[in-house]
């Protein structure tokens, strides 16, 4: 089994990015540390996309010198899925800050406990 | 081809461009747009629906001009178009119901703002139920996330950006689970369309490889959309964002949009991975054990709140546990009382969270048991409403609820017999559980002793009113004619794979 490790190093790659995305997203409790740690989750899959669609020695699916052949490329699938995945990512990403921004506007801190408990304590007023 | 068969897809683009379009118009023409824009595509659905029933099989849409490995499709059977009709019926009864509270709660330029997201939801659920593309179904997962996460946010208080920013942490955590996931998969099978892709697995299971990569393809997939659909260890974030949102966001979040990643999750079983590979990998046993808990400890949760809208918000997380039991106890039938559960509790919790901000507008706004003691007698419709929902969770008959119980009872009999024994005993604790909460708070609601809050030229709002009767006619409807249903549901589970 570990010699499929070294030979997929980028898809390697990958998963300990995800997994580092994901802890931090799920764990940290600055809330910009967790938009990082989604951002950095999210490359990750691109990464390894990228990975799974690219084929050595060949370019980039874009027509240049008139070549027509399909063995000259790569596949194009994941690089549009990569592309697809970026808007979403980045609109989420948005969102979130835009989201923080309130947060931190009304709150003046960016820990998430600390910001539940201050919303808690709203109540009893 | 047919006429009708472009109804689908016209729906969810009709969707996307009133999205665009309310976000310019004035806070009321974008209301009238929204309703107009829900009533249009439930009686399109509606004639899709006809159309399949009259055909006896689902049909393909090609997206664009390229066939099946290559482009886009979308599919069509009878439970979709069901499915598709009934969500448009219960969001019409949701913004219905809550349209006062909208017009209190949102600001007024932001009012429009609201009725978007209310179309780009609609639009999401569409594409998510007809989607034949599951990188398709991932890009509206992440439209429904952000349109819920802004019907949360839209009420500009302290505890709704709170609950916003908890709910989009743990769906962002599912959404990158279920994109890493559709990445494996494709990088096993090759394909994204649903149908290629469960060919390709067939043929990758029958051969014996990769047994573990699908394990946890399938896990991730199953994990992700339960952290959206808040089933038990994953609802965190559920009480907070259903409790403190306007009630239409409360309504359409628990009704609509946990339903709609479930009938993902149903269509990721029979369609791409196929139900017998799922229980090879001995997936279904998991959910069966997560789900049964939640029926638990939803019930324990909601037996200890005190204020009305966070019992319904932990009421759901039983409720969403009924319907993995459903997924988990592994026979048709099951599934099928499954797919009924989807259906008899959207109708009732939505129900539920509309009469819940009737009573509570006739107790000074507030949420808790002490001020609605006797709101059953100031705000008659909604007490009624109230107490016909509550009933239907505990499963008295004639009542949508209780179909739903006989369904996963008489399904549980077929399966293997831990399950059914387990299921058995769960379901009698859960529904005395479920009667103990609230039958309580029908009583409550029914005890006049509070006369701080009575109002004699208090009347509720027409559009309330006429919801509410549109939710107990409904809720009536799922109770006895569910023979009708549970035909048009086994019919359409038949086509699905």
Redesign the interface.
Known sequence: MGHNLIANYYELAAVVL?GI??TT??LHKN?IK?IMG?NI??T??YL??AA?GFIAGRTAPIVVDGIQETTAYINP??SG?VL??IV?SV??TA??LS??I??FR??HTLD?DE??M??KK??IK | MNFVQNFPFFNIIMCLACGVISSVLSAKKARKLSIGLISTVAIMSACVLGFTLKTKQSYIYMMGHFPAPWGNEIRIGVLEAAMALFFCIIMLCSILGGLEHILQDVQQQKQNLYFTMINLMLSSLLALIYTNDLFTAYVFIEINTIAACALIMIRDNGHCLVAAMKYMIMSLIGSGLILISISMLYDLTGHLLMSNIKQAVAEISATGEYAIPMTIIIAFLCIGLAIKSALFPFHSWLPDAYGYATASSSAILSSLVSKGYIFLLIKIFYRVIGIEVIRDHKIDNILFVFAVSGMLIGSVCAMREHDIRRLIAYSSVAQIGYIYMGIGLGTQGAMIAALFHIMSHAATKSMLFIAAAGLSEVSGNSKDFTDLKGSGYRNKIAGAAFTVGALSMVGIPLLAGFTSKVYFAVAAVDAKPTKMETAMIILAISTILNAVYFIRSIISIYTPRNTKYNNPSYRPAKTMTTALILFIILNFFLGIGSNLIYRLIESGLSMFA
């Open positions: 995800f995305g994901f997203l799920l809330i967790k989604f989750m999210d990750a899959v390894f996309l799974k699938i994941p899925l697809t995945g979403v609109s989420v969102l979130m989201l923080t309130r947060l009304r709150y998430i910001i539940a201050l919303a709203e109540d």
